[in-house]
């Protein structure tokens, strides 16, 4: 019998992915195969070819500096019509984590006034800002239709500004600064997409959000699915620490 297939696709593997973002995506691969899963990852980075986008069920999309993201941003405007289509057409899921949810915003300008335009995916920007937010974040959620409570790091100088009509928050910030440090949100989510700005590995110590990712890219695939449960002791223990923090 066939097991069940999942591919995921690591964008700008060899540019976005500073402070264990690749984590998220070896934590996505682990829990699919822990169910059983065939779980195929492929990288796209600048330039490359024979992608096969439309088999894409979940990108994942790491943070990067300023220079790497003015790289992929040029490179992005090329490719981002068919990321846009696989997600809003074709129901493929998102992560993507700080740099990668600027460029999939509309754009970012840097405190210098230099502006990197994004595909637009969320309609939101970013501008840059003279204080950079360093430390622990706890934010709560009810992306999973109940409150829950996603930790993570950032490390982040930007502020995003989303338009709040079109696009929904991740959560509300208890500790930290989280989007912008004024209105109290973090992240973004659209459709099956979800950006963040935290790191640190975000998945692994957020067990629910790596299978509410899994569960959305399987259903791409197969329509109706069901995830069967998985002993997340150990990542509720990490989650709970991280929440000890404050």
């Not at 998220?24 to 822990?34: K, M, P």
């Amino acid at each position: 019998m066939n097991k069940d297939l999942i591919t995921i696709c690591y964008l700008y593997s060899r540019s976005m992915s500073i402070y264990g973002d690749k984590g998220n995506v070896i934590c996505l691969q682990r829990r699919a195969e822990w169910r059983n899963k065939e779980v195929k990852v492929i990288e796209y980075n600048i330039d490359d070819k024979n992608i096969d986008w439309h088999d894409v069920d979940i990108f994942f999309f790491g943070g990067g500096q300023d220079l790497q993201q003015e790289a992929v941003a040029d490179d992005l405007q090329k490719v981002g019509s068919k990321i846009i289509e696989q997600v809003v057409k074709n129901k493929a899921a998102v992560l993507a984590i700080c740099g990668g949810l600027q460029l999939l915003a509309k754009y970012y300008e840097t405190i210098d006034g230099k502006k990197i335009d994004g595909i637009g995916l969320f309609e939101a920007y970013t501008v840059g800002g003279k204080r950079r937010f360093i430390g622990n974040v706890a934010i709560e959620t009810e992306l999973l239709g109940e409150k829950r409570i996603i930790v993570g790091f950032e490390n982040h100088s930007g502020r995003t500004y989303a338009d709040w009509q079109k696009v929904s928050p991740l959560g509300n910030v208890l500790v930290g600064g989280g989007n912008n440090g004024e209105d109290q949100t973090e992240g973004i989510v659209y459709l099956n997409a979800v950006g963040s700005y935290l790191h640190g590995s975000l998945l692994p110590k957020n067990p629910w959000l790596a299978d509410w990712l899994l569960l959305r890219g399987l259903e791409r695939r197969y329509e109706k699915y069901v995830l069967n449960d998985l002993d997340d002791q150990v990542e509720l223990h990490a989650n709970q620490a991280a929440r000890n923090w404050h």
